[in-house]
Nanobody, 119 residues
Framework: QVQLVESGGGLVQAGGSLRLSCAAS????????MGWYRQAPGKQRELVAA???????NYNDSVKGRFTISRDNAKNTVYLQMNSLKPEDTAVYYC?????????????WGRGTQVTVSS
C-alpha cells in the first residue's frame, strides 16, 4: 500500500516562502511521476507542478518562476519550494503519485496540507 504524507504547510504573508514535502512509503523510483495539486474552496483541484521519474518538470502557468518542484530519490521525498506567495495561492495542497501496472494507471494521493497566504 502506497502512503504519501505531506508536510510544510502553514500561514505566511504575501511575498513569503514555504517548502512543502511529500514523503512516500517505499521507493519513489517506481512512479511514472509525482506532483502537487491544489484545491481552493469552491474550485476544482488543479495541477500545480509535476516531476517525472527522469526529472522532467511541468508547471501551472500561474506558478512558473515562483515555485520549484524537486525530488530526492534517496529520501523518497518530493518537494515544492514556493516563493513570492500570493493570496491566490491559498489552498489545500495534495501530493500525487502515479504508476502503471499492466497498462492500468494507478493514482495515489496524500491527505493534503493547508497553505494560507495573507495579504
Amino acid at each position: 500500500q502506497v502512503q504519501l504524507v505531506e508536510s510544510g504547510g502553514g500561514l505566511v504573508q504575501a511575498g513569503g516562502s514555504l517548502r512543502l514535502s511529500c514523503a512516500a512509503s517505499g521507493s519513489i523510483a517506481r512512479f511514472n511521476a509525482m506532483g502537487w495539486y491544489r484545491q481552493a474552496p469552491g474550485k476544482q483541484r488543479e495541477l500545480v507542478a509535476a516531476i517525472t521519474s527522469t526529472g522532467s518538470t511541468n508547471y501551472n502557468d500561474s506558478v512558473k518562476g515562483r515555485f520549484t518542484i524537486s525530488r530526492d530519490n534517496a529520501k523518497n521525498t518530493v518537494y515544492l519550494q514556493m516563493n513570492s506567495l500570493k493570496p491566490e495561492d491559498t489552498a489545500v495542497y495534495y501530493c500525487n503519485a502515479d504508476r502503471t501496472i499492466a497498462t492500468i494507471r494507478l493514482d495515489y494521493w496524500g491527505r493534503g496540507t493547508q497553505v494560507t497566504v495573507s495579504s
